[in-house]
């Protein structure tokens, strides 16, 4: 499953950057889709790395807690600040913890459905980055350099929505 994960994950992103750079040409950022994307279960996926355990003990968010989480991307200012905080706390996971990068993807997801479009791309490529660093956790190798690439793009591209509302987007 790793090994689907990351593939599909690795050609996603292709297909983003490339989509987030013509974006960044655009007077209006392009929102960038994910179909067929990863889909993932709720379930533990366990993956080994020589023998450390890729997995938390905690299990995944619940439908109701990732909704709650995602409620604040309906308006522009919201969704800002809501990136803020999960690229805050996508940052702040602990390399193994494979469930917490996986509620970050989902919560992402979530928000991408009431997000606006000027800001819909932030969405879009922390759910990218949060899958592909799911399926790298333990290796050491991280998330591939496009998906890193692709957040830095959209947040460029979102940059002059979300200052128009008094927030300034954080990397």
Same mark, same amino acid.
């Given at each position: 499953? @790793? %090994?689907?994960?990351?593939?599909?994950?690795?050609? $996603?992103?292709?297909v983003?950057t490339?989509?987030?750079l013509?974006? &960044?040409?655009a007077?209006?950022?392009?929102? $960038?889709?994910?179909?067929?994307?990863?889909?993932?279960?709720?379930?533990?996926?366990?993956?080994?790395?020589?023998?450390a +355990?890729?997995?938390?003990?905690?299990p995944?968010?619940?439908?109701?807690?990732?909704?709650?989480?995602?409620?604040?991307?309906?308006?522009?200012?919201?969704?800002c600040q809501? #990136? !803020?905080?999960? *690229?805050a706390?996508? %940052?702040?996971v602990s390399? !193994?913890?494979? !469930?917490? *990068?996986?509620?970050i *993807?989902f919560?992402? +997801? +979530?928000?991408?459905?009431?997000?606006? @479009?000027a800001? *819909?791309?932030? #969405?879009?490529?922390?759910?990218?980055?949060?899958?592909?660093h799911?399926?790298?956790a333990?290796?050491?190798?991280?998330? +591939?350099q496009a998906? %890193?690439?692709?957040v830095?793009?959209?947040? #460029?591209?979102?940059?002059?929505? &979300?200052?128009?509302?008094?927030?300034?987007?954080?990397?």
């Amino acid at each position: 499953m @790793k %090994k689907t994960i990351a593939g599909t994950a690795a050609a $996603v992103a292709a297909v983003i950057t490339i989509a987030g750079l013509t974006s &960044c040409a655009a007077s209006e950022p392009v929102p $960038v889709t994910t179909a067929g994307a990863a889909e993932t279960t709720s379930g533990s996926a366990e993956t080994t790395s020589g023998s450390a +355990e890729t997995t938390s003990a905690r299990p995944n968010a619940t439908d109701a807690e990732i909704s709650a989480r995602a409620a604040g991307a309906g308006d522009v200012k919201g969704a800002c600040q809501l #990136f !803020n905080t999960l *690229y805050a706390d996508y %940052k702040a996971v602990s390399v !193994n913890d494979v !469930n917490a *990068y996986e509620d970050i *993807y989902f919560v992402s +997801e +979530e928000a991408k459905k009431t997000a606006p @479009k000027a800001v *819909y791309g932030l #969405f879009a490529a922390l759910s990218l980055i949060a899958i592909d660093h799911s399926g790298s956790a333990g290796s050491g190798e991280g998330p +591939e350099q496009a998906s %890193k690439d692709t957040v830095r793009d959209q947040v #460029f591209a979102a940059a002059p929505a &979300c200052t128009a509302v008094d927030v300034t987007l954080r990397l």
